[in-house]
């Protein structure tokens, strides 16, 4: 059987910034990564609806990697071992649109 976990990385509106509060869940993402070895991750990108549909997907494209970047620079894992896709906005509150959500396999 394949363990799924799921991290949940929160955005302040139009930025793909990673503030300091939402470091616990990368370094917990991170942990899993290194105690499994095999593991691979997708992280997916959103956007709130405010913007345009063109600025949120690109958007939601940076917010994914931002995530991956901090996982291979500051923890040390394999990029290849990392997917990242851009979602735009799909939720209807606009809040849970501003994340990256991480789905490890």
Do not use: H, W
């Amino acid at each position: 059987t394949v363990e799924k976990n799921e991290y949940v990385v929160i955005f302040r509106q139009s930025s793909s910034k990673v503030d300091a509060l939402q470091m616990p869940n990368i370094d917990r993402l991170a942990s899993y990564l290194k105690k499994n070895s095999n593991a691979k991750v997708t992280i997916s990108g959103y956007a709130s609806p405010e913007g345009n549909a063109k600025f949120n997907q690109k958007l939601s494209e940076k917010r994914a990697e931002a995530v991956k970047n901090i996982l291979v620079k500051e923890y040390g894992i394999s990029a290849n071992r990392i997917e990242t896709q851009g979602k735009g906005s799909i939720f209807g509150k606009p809040a849970y649109n501003r994340a990256s959500i991480c789905v490890t396999e």
